[in-house]
C-alpha cells in the first residue's frame, strides 16, 4: 500500500488516501507518478504528492530509507523546495531544519535536567522545561522555562 496527501492550491494537506500496490505500479515497481495519476481520475483532483507512513523528522521507524521528512496529515504544509511535510510550527519563534525535518527553538535545544530534579520525577515531581513564547519574545536569550507538571 501507498499513501498520498491531497494538497490544496497552496500545498496544504486537505486528506490522506491509501493506494493498493495494484494501482500505483509501473512495470511491478510502485511510482509515484501513476500512483497521481490514479487517484487524480477518481477524485477529478489534480495535487497529490506521495508520503511515507513509516517516516517522521526524517527517520525511517523501520530503519528504511526517510522518506519526505514526516508522514503528511491533515493541516500539514508541503515544501516542494525541501522536498518535505511540515507539521504546524509550534511557536512562532522556531526554525525549519531541513536535515532532521523538525522545527527547532532559536536559542536550542531544552537544558538537561540536574541529577537531583532526576530523582525527584521518580518520586513527588515531574520536571520537564516548557517553552515560553512571551518570555522569549521579551529576552531572546531565554525560552526554556522549568515546570513542576505535578504542582
Same mark, same amino acid.
Given at each position: 500500500?501507498?499513501?498520498? =496527501?491531497?494538497?490544496?492550491?497552496?500545498?496544504?494537506?486537505?486528506?490522506?488516501? /491509501? /493506494?493498493?500496490?495494484?494501482?500505483?505500479?509501473?512495470?511491478?515497481?510502485?511510482?509515484?507518478?501513476?500512483? *497521481?495519476?490514479?487517484?487524480?481520475?477518481?477524485?477529478?483532483?489534480?495535487?497529490? *504528492?506521495?508520503?511515507?507512513?513509516?517516516?517522521y523528522n526524517n527517520q525511517h521507524k523501520l530503519g528504511g530509507t526517510p522518506f *519526505?521528512?514526516?508522514? =503528511?496529515?491533515?493541516?500539514?504544509?508541503?515544501? %516542494?523546495?525541501?522536498?518535505?511535510?511540515?507539521? %504546524?510550527?509550534?511557536?512562532?519563534?522556531?526554525?525549519k531544519n531541513v536535515s532532521t525535518a523538525s522545527w527547532e527553538s532559536p536559542i536550542g535545544s531544552a537544558p538537561d535536567l540536574t541529577p537531583e530534579q532526576v530523582t525527584q520525577n521518580e518520586s513527588t515531581h515531574w520536571w520537564e522545561y516548557q517553552w515560553n513564547e512571551s518570555d522569549y519574545q521579551s529576552d531572546n536569550s531565554t525560552g526554556w522555562v522549568l515546570v513542576n507538571k505535578n504542582a
Open positions: 500500500m501507498a499513501h498520498f =496527501a491531497k494538497l490544496d492550491e497552496n500545498n496544504i494537506v486537505l486528506n490522506v488516501h /491509501v /493506494v493498493a500496490d495494484s494501482d500505483c505500479q509501473k512495470d511491478g515497481v510502485e511510482d509515484e507518478e501513476t500512483g *497521481r495519476q490514479f487517484l487524480q481520475k477518481i477524485h477529478n483532483w489534480p495535487y497529490w *504528492r506521495q508520503t511515507s507512513y513509516n517516516t *519526505r521528512g514526516n508522514y =503528511a496529515g491533515i493541516g500539514d504544509q508541503w515544501d %516542494e523546495d525541501n522536498q518535505i511535510f511540515w507539521y %504546524e510550527k509550534p511557536y512562532a519563534s522556531w526554525v
